[in-house]
């Protein structure tokens, strides 16, 4: 975990799982490095919010996997799930639901699946397409910490590559043009500077 700059009320923070995201974020708002993972971004993200003082909302910015063909560039997402967890099962053991779906404000129509699983297989994609659109490894973590704290949150991720053979290359590879346009939602849609 790592935090640049300061949290200050009444302006967003920043939140990204690594630095190769955040390469072209030339801002002076706070920006949160999470680490990957779920474990990684709940915990960095509620570890700031707990110390306060608490942004104006949280914008988490980073990278996908596409799940369908032909799905690229920058989407608002609009519902999170986790596709590691087998809630339905856990329901059935202890008769609490565990790990639903949750929907954003302000987000779009796009559904992203999160898991703490690379998805660089064609098997794995396509039995996550059924659920959703996008896959990633940190925001429904982050969507749940935020909620906690009572803080709006925002998602929104660049496709990096097709979530199947060959998508760790394909993110190393796109991983820069990724944070490029990264950057420049971010400077459209935030208020980047004082």
Same mark, same amino acid.
């Given at each position: 975990?790592?935090?640049?700059?300061?949290?200050?009320?009444? &302006?967003?923070?920043?939140?990204?799982?690594?630095?190769?995201?955040? /390469? #072209?974020?030339?801002?002076?708002?706070?920006?949160?490095?999470?680490?990957? =993972?779920?474990?990684?971004?709940?915990?960095?993200?509620?570890?700031?919010? =707990?110390?306060? %003082?608490?942004?104006?909302? $949280?914008?988490?910015? =980073?990278? *996908?996997?596409?799940?369908? %063909?032909?799905? !690229?560039?920058?989407?608002?997402?609009?519902?999170?799930? /986790?596709?590691?967890?087998?809630?339905?099962?856990?329901?059935?053991?202890?008769?609490?639901?565990?790990?639903? %779906?949750?929907?954003?404000?302000?987000?779009? *129509? $796009?559904?992203?699946? !999160?898991?703490?699983? #690379?998805? +660089?297989?064609?098997?794995? &994609?396509? &039995?996550? +397409?059924?659920?959703?659109?996008? $896959?990633?490894?940190?925001?429904?973590?982050?969507?749940?910490? +935020?909620?906690?704290?009572?803080?709006?949150?925002?998602? $929104?991720?660049?496709?990096?590559?097709?979530?199947?053979?060959?998508?760790?290359?394909?993110?190393?590879?796109?991983? +820069?043009?990724?944070? &490029?346009?990264?950057?420049?939602?971010? *400077?459209?849609?935030? %208020?980047?500077?004082?």
């Amino acid at each position: 975990m790592e935090l640049i700059g300061e949290i200050a009320a009444g &302006r967003p923070l920043l939140v990204l799982a690594v630095k190769e995201e955040a /390469q #072209f974020l030339d801002t002076d708002l706070p920006i949160l490095l999470t680490g990957m =993972g779920k474990v990684n971004a709940a915990t960095a993200l509620a570890t700031v919010l =707990g110390r306060g %003082p608490r942004p104006s909302g $949280v914008v988490n910015l =980073g990278t *996908a996997g596409a799940l369908r %063909p032909g799905w !690229t560039g920058t989407h608002v997402v609009g519902k999170v799930l /986790q596709h590691d967890l087998d809630g339905e099962l856990l329901a059935t053991l202890t008769g609490e639901t565990y790990g639903a %779906p949750l929907t954003l404000p302000d987000g779009g *129509a $796009v559904t992203l699946a !999160t898991g703490d699983s #690379f998805i +660089a297989d064609a098997d794995a &994609r396509d &039995r996550l +397409a059924a659920l959703a659109s996008l $896959v990633d490894m940190e925001a429904y973590a982050l969507a749940t910490a +935020a909620a906690v704290a009572g803080v709006p949150l925002r998602v $929104v991720k660049h496709v990096s590559d097709e979530a199947g053979d060959g998508a760790a290359r394909s993110w190393r590879e796109s991983v +820069a043009h990724c944070a &490029r346009a990264l950057a420049d939602w971010a *400077a459209e849609h935030t %208020p980047y500077r004082s």
